[in-house]
């Protein structure tokens, strides 16, 4: 089922998400309608509070290009935690699905590792680097109540795209070689 996705100014977003304490059909049913709503928004990563829900959960899937490593796999991870970030860092724009018709510069670690369960429950670690790093760390942030709009190397570098066009146009750029 498609959700709606909250906008900023929601106060849900502004919130810090709960722990999951036990993964239930609803956490199922909420993660299968999570990726059902980013793809019908052509996202490529969605939070639980986007959908209004404040748990920690998220889905990421970056379409699969072979100059992204990690892509063309889905990812949904229950209480994820970033557990190491490197130190050499990255600036990239970003947008969001909560935020339509804006993009911003953020500079962010250029790779990370994410402890978290999987849909099952089981315990995963996985090791990102680059895009995916980066979406798992904006996905993350929401988590935590925090947009990237908080993260702007500069105010002026915020600047409005054609709604709908945020995620794709994230998709298509050319990363840099670390």
Not at 23 to 37: G, N
Request: glycine fraction near 8%; charge should be neutral.
């Amino acid at each position: 089922m498609v959700r709606e996705i909250r906008k900023i100014g929601d106060p849900v977003l502004r919130r810090k998400a709960r722990k999951v304490e036990k993964i239930s059909k609803e956490t199922q049913k909420l993660l299968d309608d999570m990726l059902e709503t980013m793809r019908a928004r052509n996202g490529v990563g969605l939070a639980a509070p986007q959908v209004g829900v404040l748990q920690r959960a998220l889905v990421v899937e970056i379409e699969a290009n072979e100059k992204i490593a990690g892509s063309g796999v889905t990812y949904a991870l229950i209480n994820p935690e970033i557990v190491r970030r490197s130190q050499e860092s990255w600036t990239d724009q970003e947008g969001c699905l909560s935020i339509p018709g804006w993009r911003g510069e953020v500079e962010r670690p250029w790779s990370v590792v994410v402890k978290a369960l999987d849909r099952q429950g089981k315990r995963i670690r996985l090791e990102a680097e680059g895009w995916v790093a980066r979406v798992l760390q904006h996905e993350i942030d929401h988590l935590e109540g925090v947009l990237f709009i908080d993260k702007l190397i500069a105010p002026d570098r915020l600047w409005r795209v054609e709604e709908g066009k945020e995620e794709e146009t994230a998709q298509e750029m050319v990363l840099p070689t670390p």
